[in-house]
């Protein structure tokens, strides 16, 4: 196994994110967030239940690797670090209540002079926790302490072609995924037995790209469960007439492509669904149709919200964001988010996934478009019908 890029490519987004660096006033950026620490050393690891952390300074070129001592070997498989900038602390550190991991980072950052400056960390990361910062805190008393949350997040923002095709290969996986689901799904089927299909699809990949876990777990929910985003599966049957609203993804080399599609297993939907599926659906639409580079966030919201408004469907929360590279419990970026107040401007390789996602008391309805930005327009990540599909 080796890294995912050339060396040539992690460098050079490691002189994007020390530029970012620099116009923080950041001498030392301590990353934590499992995917920005693979973005600039190709680190693969499911190890992120443990501390680690990938130390970037302004005087070193290459970033250093720290955690735990059995992952190291992880560390010298998937990075292209040399061997001086893999550190590994034992295992005494481990969930221990009187030796905390962080004393551990701290030590090397003295070793290394790199105290006396301004060291950002990501202060609301899922695995940055509040004893982390504390404990780093206490330990670097000389350093003053800074917000980097997203700094790096911001960096990935924009997607090299490398990147793109990534992306393009894990849409192949999600076409294969969204098809096994509307195959496995059918009146008298176990929930989780049509979730086994799917999770044998996501993995199992395509004839010519190994799958790879999605940052989210198949989200699919039924009857009554429609009502709500974010539920799994259970032991229960799929009836008859009922919808059936699935959030999947494909993921190559942690590289993702989120799909949603609502079924409805039955030939007549009840009147409320259809008309919120064509009016979602013709909401969409118009949003595709605003992207291209130089618009913004927001005016693509506006795009949507303008194709709608001659329905009674109100849509509250945002209708997208930026989506690429990443692990649990996420695949959005934590960047972009396609709402109201959001001006950021869109960039050509920027990737945006569209789910303008409606869940009323009575019905729900998913889908959405997870797309490319291009100079002028957009292009999908994978080739599936924008449509509300029915099973008999």
């Not at 130390?55 to 990075?79: C, K, S, V």
């Not at 993995?203 to 985003?229: C, F, H, N, R």
């Not at 002028?376 to 029915?390: D, I, Q, R």
Request: aromatic letters at 10%; one cysteine or more.
């Amino acid at each position: 196994m080796a890294s995912a890029f050339s060396t040539e490519e992690y460098l050079g987004r490691i002189r994007k994110t020390k530029q970012k660096m620099a116009e923080k006033g950041v001498d030392l950026l301590v990353i934590s967030q499992p995917a920005n620490m693979n973005y600039l050393t190709g680190y693969d690891g499911w190890s992120f239940y443990v501390h680690q952390c990938v130390l970037l300074h302004q005087e070193q070129e290459e970033p250093m690797w720290l955690g735990r001592g059995m992952d190291a070997n992880g560390a010298r498989i998937t990075t292209f670090l040399t061997e001086e900038n893999i550190r590994e602390y034992s295992d005494d550190y481990v969930q221990s209540t009187i030796k905390p991991p962080m004393h551990f980072v701290a030590d090397v950052i003295k070793e290394k002079g790199w105290d006396k400056g301004v060291i950002g960390v990501e202060m609301d990361q899922f695995y940055f926790t509040h004893r982390a910062y504390v404990e780093l805190e206490r330990s670097l008393s000389r350093a003053k302490f800074s917000d980097a949350n997203a700094l790096v997040n911001w960096v990935r923002v924009v997607k090299s072609e490398a990147e793109v095709e990534f992306c393009k290969r894990a849409g192949k996986i999600a076409e294969k995924v969204m098809d096994a689901a509307r195959k496995a799904i059918a009146v008298g089927v176990r929930e989780c037995d049509a979730a086994a299909a799917v999770a044998y699809a996501q993995y199992s990949g395509t004839d010519q790209y190994a799958g790879d876990y999605p940052a989210i777990v198949p989200l699919m929910m039924a009857g009554e469960a429609t009502k709500t985003p974010h539920l799994t599966w259970t032991e229960k049957v799929y009836q008859q007439d009922e919808a059936v609203l699935l959030e999947l993804g494909g993921a190559y080399r942690r590289y993702q492509a989120p799909i949603a599609r609502t079924i409805y297993l039955g030939k007549k939907p009840p009147k409320l669904l259809n008309e919120t599926a064509s009016v979602v659906l013709e909401g969409l639409h118009k949003a595709l149709d605003t992207i291209k580079t130089g618009v913004t966030a927001e005016d693509v919201e506006a795009a949507w919200r303008k194709g709608i408004a001659h329905s009674t469907v109100v849509k509250e929360s945002r209708i997208g964001y930026s989506f690429g590279l990443n692990y649990p419990p996420d695949w959005g970026e934590q960047t972009i988010s396609v709402r109201p107040g959001d001006k950021t401007v869109l960039e050509p390789n920027m990737m945006l996934h569209l789910i303008p996602g409606i869940w009323y008391d009575e019905v729900g309805f998913e889908v959405d478009a997870s797309v490319r930005v291009t100079s002028g327009g957009y292009e999908h990540v994978y080739n599936y019908p924008l449509e509300f599909f029915l099973e008999e």
